[in-house]
């Protein structure tokens, strides 16, 4: 079965500064993998999604994640930290037509 | 463009009743996802429906049942609820079991039971 595990429940991070909140998935076929992010008392939005094409993928708001199947890794990366940012993000793995499987999530704090 | 809408937004109950919760995906997908956020914790599926089928199922409870119907709107039952229902259900749509994009998630239903 498919599983994501994200190293860290919180990340805190200064204005202005990278951002980097990893993720590890398990499975036994090629994967797709999504990072959705939740604002507080709100839904899960879509940040970004690899489907096997590009293994870059750039997504909303200045993310991106780059796929590297050799580290089993989807680490979510942003240059440069805006306050708006703070939020819970959820890496997320499915296998085809299979349900979606959510890591436990990063609470990302940004420091003024 | 249209979303996947959810109703009620909020809903409270009380221990031993039962409860409602709506689905409308967006237009022409076809397969529809149930999860359950509790407090502080990451979406768990609950189960999803494709064509109106029950195509997987995952932790839910015996006292929850849900169903497609043919506008492919989604209804989850809760019966005899339980303190601990108390969470975030959201709800997902897509366009075909066989064609991932993401899925795009409602608002989600906020379930208080008291």
């Known amino acids: 079965a498919q599983s994501v595990t994200q190293l860290g429940s919180h990340v805190s991070v200064s204005e202005g500064a990278l951002v980097l909140l990893r993720c590890n998935y398990s499975?036994?076929?090629?994967?797709?993998l999504f990072w959705y992010v939740q604002y507080p008392n709100q839904g899960l939005q879509l940040l970004l999604k690899?489907?096997?094409?590009?293994?870059l993928v750039k997504g909303i708001n200045g993310f991106e994640a780059e796929f590297k199947k050799s580290e089993t890794s989807f680490h979510l990366t942003k240059p440069s930290a805006h306050m708006s940012d703070a939020a819970e993000y959820f890496c997320a793995v499915s296998v085809r037509d299979d349900k979606i499987i959510f890591g436990k999530g990063t609470r990302l704090h940004i420091l003024p | 463009a249209a979303g996947v809408i959810q109703s009620p937004r909020h809903l409270i109950k009380e221990k031993r009743e039962t409860a409602t919760l709506k689905c409308y995906p967006i237009?022409?997908?076809?397969?529809v996802y149930w999860y359950q956020q509790g407090p502080g914790q990451d979406p768990q599926f609950l189960i999803s429906f494709y064509e109106k089928m029950q195509s997987d199922k995952g932790s839910i409870p015996d006292r929850f049942s849900a169903q497609q119907f043919s506008d492919y709107h989604s209804e989850l039952n809760m019966s005899s609820l339980e303190l601990g229902d108390s969470a975030l259900y959201f709800c997902?749509?897509?366009?075909?079991?066989?064609?991932?994009?993401?899925?795009?998630f409602g608002s989600g239903t906020r379930l208080t039971v008291v």
């Open positions: 690899y489907t096997s094409a590009a293994t």
């Open positions: 997902a749509s897509s366009n075909s079991r066989g064609q991932v994009y993401g899925y795009t």
């Open positions: 237009p022409r997908h076809d397969t």
């Open positions: 499975s036994s076929v090629p994967p797709y």
